[in-house]
């Protein structure tokens, strides 16, 4: 007989953002930033809890009223900067567990993406079901090639890459024939429960690369990222997803 799926949304928003203060819950036309990560997960239907993982009663506060659950807090020495997602997942899930609650699958859905869509996130559930896999994570093809990187060593500087393409470094080459690389981008993130505990990771070993709408990659990380944001909304070259009313 097959398993049911049962999933779980998880929104990590920790206290401590370094580059912009308060940049989870900064306002975003109306809403804070986090709103549109929690109106997602809620637009798709298919998630049995949205979780928002935090160490802050502020924020807290402000994601349940946004519809999100925040059944308990975050401890403070996994919300650091240097803290992996690891620990965090692996903590929540852990917790959940003790309550007997199970989830077969979590998703990651960071709140400083506000311009994935329930579709998107809906579409990459349909792919990761029809593949036998460990877990999926959103990417987008390098605009800058890390075959053309450098390390910095005293007075000097070397390729971070070492590798040839036509028995010249890569850093000679052209952008075109070197081989394509992908990175990871803010969209969304699948995986197995089961891969915390076997690999001791959140991701597993067999990973799919999912290619979401390319807007919908957009990390705000740097005060500029914000700004450019803005500026393309007002302008009325993005468009902000719909956010649901709030709770009263």
Not at 102 to 123: A, D
């Amino acid at each position: 007989m097959k398993r049911h799926s049962k999933l779980i949304a998880l929104i990590p928003a920790r206290f401590g953002s370094e580059r912009i203060k308060d940049k989870n819950i900064i306002n975003l036309f109306g809403h804070p930033l986090i709103a549109y990560a929690i109106n997602a997960a809620i637009k798709t239907k298919i998630f049995d809890k949205i979780l928002v993982s935090t160490d802050s009663l502020k924020y807290k506060k402000i994601a349940e009223k946004y519809g999100a659950e925040i059944p308990f807090l975050r401890p403070k020495k996994i919300s650091k900067s240097f803290s992996s997602d690891y620990e965090w997942v692996n903590y929540t899930l852990k917790k959940l567990e003790k309550n007997n609650q199970k989830f077969t699958h979590f998703f990651i859905l960071r709140p400083t993406n506000p311009l994935r869509s329930h579709n998107t996130i809906c579409n990459a559930w349909n792919v990761f079901k029809k593949n036998k896999v460990d877990s999926l994570r959103a990417v987008e093809y390098v605009k800058q090639h890390p075959g053309k990187m450098w390390l910095k060593k005293g007075k000097f500087i070397k390729p971070l890459l070492n590798f040839k393409v036509k028995k010249q470094p890569s850093f000679n080459n052209q952008m075109k024939v070197l081989p394509k690389i992908l990175v990871q981008n803010a969209s969304l993130e699948i995986s197995k429960t089961g891969v915390l505990k076997k690999y001791k990771t959140i991701t597993g070993k067999k990973i799919l690369p999912f290619f979401s709408p390319s807007i919908e990659g957009f990390d705000i990380n740097y005060p500029e990222d914000l700004v450019n944001l803005r500026n393309k909304i007002m302008k009325k070259k993005i468009k902000l997803p719909l956010i649901k009313k709030l709770k009263k």
